[in-house]
């Protein structure tokens, strides 16, 4: 029982880690999708959304049983296989640059040595994803709590009480886009995990849309409350309004945000190159250096240009996991029927 809760757990880490990248944890990505003055209600419904792509991505994942995102693919989109590999990657590669482009923007915080700082942060990256998805939830599971907790310190000394719940309009198309865009990257990931029980699955999935709620509340909250949406990163503003001691921490805990969701980019892109080139090395090369080409065009530019892109895609990419489950669930249902009336015939 304490084994199946924790491996739950340590999943609804891993969804947690896919989506809270520099995008999140910066508030840009909250800026760019819902305006400078969100309305708090956006995250409850985010939260319902993150809880359904989940469990979608999981229950696909128990069914397919594969372990390479390429093989998913397969037998998720059929013929249409090459068409969603170059949305998968378009998406990775995309996710991946903007994780590095904002290394060197927090890197800047202290000393412009870019593109070095991005470099250094996706070699680590890329020896850890080469590992294979153990190495990739292990650090998740640890590096999580610690943005969990910071976000919710930070933004909630920032807010001014009693909270406003109006604010910015509720647009619903916007909350589609920004949660299919963070979750076609999850999905990426989480339809190779295939080892989880259906209630593992809907605990691991419960846990990460609360915890994901939770924190774009926070985030929308402190946005009402300090006008730090013309950053580049609002959340170092927000965290400054707290106090200084609390914006010394924010860079770590953005950094370790960075760096959990440039690991999914990272393995989502090496293992669809991998199945191309042998070599490991050579891989991991070609994946840092696509990245790196991205990230070139600034944190900004990429979160602002290309995530709605990706957003939109994601919206494709979620429907054809739906139909797949839909698909393969009533063929499953046929298959017994047949059997029971085969049966059935035999003993008459």
Same mark, same amino acid.
């Given at each position: 029982?304490?084994?199946? !809760?924790?491996?739950?757990?340590?999943?609804?880490?891993?969804?947690?880690?896919?989506?809270?990248?520099?995008?999140?944890?910066? %508030?840009?990505?909250?800026?760019?999708?819902?305006?400078?003055?969100?309305?708090?209600?956006?995250?409850?419904?985010?939260?319902?959304?993150?809880?359904?792509? &989940?469990?979608?991505?999981?229950?696909? %994942?128990? *069914?397919?049983?594969?372990?390479?995102?390429?093989?998913?693919? %397969?037998?998720?989109?059929?013929?249409?296989?090459?068409?969603? +590999?170059?949305?998968?990657?378009?998406?990775?590669?995309?996710? =991946?640059?903007?994780?590095?482009?904002?290394?060197?923007?927090? &890197?800047?915080?202290?000393?412009?040595? $870019?593109?070095?700082?991005?470099?250094?942060?996706?070699?680590?990256?890329?020896?850890?994803?080469?590992?294979? =998805?153990? %190495?990739?939830?292990?650090?998740?599971?640890?590096?999580?709590?610690?943005?969990?907790? !910071?976000?919710?310190?930070?933004?909630?000394?920032?807010?001014?009480?009693?909270?406003? /719940?109006?604010?910015?309009?509720?647009?619903?198309?916007?909350?589609?886009?920004?949660?299919?865009?963070?979750?076609? =990257?999850?999905?990426?990931?989480?339809?190779?995990?295939?080892?989880? @029980?259906?209630?593992?699955?809907?605990? @691991?999935?419960?846990?990460?849309?609360?915890?994901?709620?939770?924190?774009? #509340?926070?985030?929308?909250?402190?946005?009402?409350?300090?006008?730090?949406?013309?950053? +580049?990163?609002?959340?170092?503003?927000?965290?400054?309004? /707290?106090?200084?001691? #609390?914006?010394?921490?924010?860079?770590?805990?953005?950094?370790?945000?960075?760096?959990?969701? #440039?690991?999914?980019?990272?393995?989502?892109?090496? +293992?669809?190159?991998?199945?191309?080139?042998?070599?490991?090395?050579? /891989?991991?090369?070609?994946?840092?250096?696509?990245?790196?080409?991205?990230?070139?065009?600034?944190?900004? @530019?990429?979160?602002?240009?290309?995530?709605?892109?990706?957003?939109?895609?994601?919206?494709?990419?979620?429907?054809?996991?739906?139909?797949?489950?839909? *698909?393969?669930?009533?063929?499953?249902?046929?298959?017994?029927?047949? $059997?029971?009336?085969?049966?059935?015939?035999?003993?008459?």
């Amino acid at each position: 029982m304490l084994k199946s !809760f924790l491996r739950s757990i340590s999943v609804s880490m891993l969804i947690v880690g896919t989506v809270i990248g520099a995008g999140f944890a910066s %508030g840009r990505e909250v800026v760019t999708f819902f305006g400078a003055v969100p309305n708090v209600f956006i995250a409850l419904i985010a939260g319902a959304m993150v809880f359904a792509c &989940s469990v979608l991505f999981l229950f696909v %994942g128990r *069914r397919v049983q594969k372990t390479d995102m390429g093989e998913v693919n %397969g037998e998720v989109f059929g013929k249409v296989r090459p068409l969603a +590999d170059i949305f998968m990657l378009f998406n990775s590669v995309t996710v =991946l640059g903007a994780m590095l482009a904002a290394t060197d923007s927090l &890197s800047a915080e202290f000393i412009n040595i $870019r593109p070095f700082a991005s470099i250094l942060l996706g070699l680590l990256c890329a020896v850890i994803a080469v590992k294979g =998805l153990k %190495g990739v939830i292990k650090a998740n599971a640890v590096l999580v709590p610690i943005m969990i907790a !910071f976000l919710c310190a930070c933004t909630l000394r920032a807010i001014d009480f009693p909270l406003k /719940s109006q604010g910015g309009r509720i647009d619903i198309y916007s909350i589609v886009l920004y949660v299919a865009m963070n979750m076609i =990257l999850g999905g990426g990931v989480l339809t190779t995990v295939h080892k989880l @029980s259906p209630r593992e699955i809907l605990l @691991s999935s419960a846990v990460a849309a609360l915890v994901i709620a939770g924190l774009l #509340m926070c985030i929308m909250g402190a946005l009402q409350s300090c006008a730090a949406a013309h950053a +580049d990163m609002p959340m170092l503003l927000i965290a400054l309004k /707290s106090g200084r001691i #609390m914006y010394i921490i924010s860079l770590p805990v953005i950094a370790a945000s960075i760096f959990t969701t #440039m690991l999914s980019a990272f393995k989502s892109v090496y +293992d669809y190159i991998h199945g191309f080139i042998n070599s490991k090395t050579i /891989s991991a090369g070609i994946v840092l250096i696509g990245g790196l080409a991205v990230g070139a065009l600034g944190f900004t @530019s990429v979160v602002g240009l290309l995530y709605p892109i990706t957003g939109a895609i994601g919206i494709i990419y979620i429907a054809f996991n739906c139909w797949f489950l839909i *698909r393969t669930r009533v063929k499953s249902k046929v298959k017994r029927n047949t $059997r029971k009336i085969k049966t059935k015939v035999k003993r008459a």
